[in-house]
């Protein structure tokens, strides 16, 4: 089978192709009654990553799907970077998944559906590690490849980290750097150095197992994943949520160490200027690198963790012992007149 470059055939790139938010609050507006439904813990009134679902005796049901356009050129490592991306979700709920059905989009007269099969396969793989079947899907024809998951969860009731409930003083983690989406646009604009493209994808390809972990440890008081709209939008949506505004340090957020040659290139997506479009206003004075770093769209990013005051050390000897150890880059103080404040 003749070598595919998968991304020439997408406009946008992994999770960079998100609506932007201001766009995605209009569109999710809506007048019509509410109905209330006890069972539901989380829905849509809140911007979390996934709905949870009451069942009963102290369990809960989660449920989620995300689905993007290429983000790499080879067909499995898309389709694995897809669905690592898509179980994401569960983890960062504090959860465990336990299945998922496959969600493809394929222009069926311009790529073999060989390519898709190998896509699949990598999927298939992703849910072996992660210890789900993949046991079933939906398909249509489609002018751009699309896939992605739609995978569910399970969780005891008192496990459920939200990303509405981060308090006051406590110190913020995060499970993977930063600059996804430099390097794939670097690798889009055929610019891209081999080993960094490399560092990128087998961060894509790690699921974020560890969310299971955080999820049993009472002093993980929110919880998220950092996708689509970069550290920025995702910690504004932690401190909205929860009352609260914060502080971080940039030299001490994770990030790719080789970010600034690509950024002097001008590879950024066009995710990050989406971004700060919407929630620019809401971020204290901060430089055009810092920008360029902080609301770039990551997809299968890592896991942002707010963590009490007083349980720091104890979080960072848990975390070395699960194999990624972390150092807080910021902290959350009382409201203030902006939402992220960056020095």
């Not at 569960?90 to 007269?109: Q, S």
């Not at 203030?336 to 404040?341: H, K, N, P, S, W």
Request: net charge negative; glycine share 10%; aromatic share 8%.
């Amino acid at each position: 089978m003749e070598k595919i470059k998968l991304t020439q055939y997408s406009h946008g790139a992994g999770c960079g192709c998100k609506i932007s938010p201001a766009v995605l609050d209009t569109i999710l507006h809506s007048d019509f009654p509410k109905q209330k439904f006890p069972s539901l813990l989380v829905g849509n009134e809140s911007k979390d990553d996934a709905a949870v679902f009451d069942i009963g005796n102290g369990t809960c049901i989660i449920s989620t799907t995300d689905f993007f356009m290429p983000i790499v050129d080879d067909p499995f490592t898309f389709g694995a970077i897809a669905s690592v991306n898509a179980i994401s979700d569960v983890y960062a709920m504090g959860g465990e998944p336990f299945m998922a059905i496959a969600i493809l989009g394929w222009p069926i007269n311009k790529i073999a559906p060989e390519v898709a099969k190998e896509v699949l396969e990598g999927s298939r793989k992703v849910c072996a590690d992660a210890g789900i079947p993949l046991a079933g899907g939906h398909s249509i024809d489609c002018p751009e490849p699309v896939f992605g998951l739609a995978v569910s969860g399970k969780m005891k009731k008192e496990n459920l980290k939200r990303n509405d409930t981060a308090k006051l003083d406590s110190f913020l983690y995060l499970t993977k750097p930063l600059g996804i989406g430099i390097v794939t646009t670097a690798q889009k604009k055929g610019i891209v150095k081999q080993e960094h493209l490399q560092k990128a994808t087998d961060t894509m390809l790690t699921l974020n197992k560890p969310g299971v972990q955080f999820g049993k440890l009472n002093y993980v008081n929110a919880m998220t994943d950092v996708t689509g709209f970069g550290l920025l939008g995702h910690l504004c949506e932690m401190c909205e949520g929860s009352n609260l505004s914060a502080e971080i340090d940039f030299n001490k957020v994770p990030r790719f160490d080789f970010l600034q040659e690509y950024i002097q290139q001008k590879s950024m997506p066009g995710g990050t200027h989406r971004n700060w479009e919407s929630y620019g206003h809401k971020i204290g004075t901060i430089t055009e690198e810092q920008k360029s770093i902080l609301a770039d769209p990551q997809t299968s990013g890592g896991l942002l963790v707010s963590i009490d005051a007083d349980k720091s050390i104890e979080f960072e000897n848990f975390s070395t012992e699960l194999g990624i150890p972390l150092k807080p880059f910021g902290k959350l103080i009382a409201k203030r007149e902006e939402i992220v404040y960056v020095k």
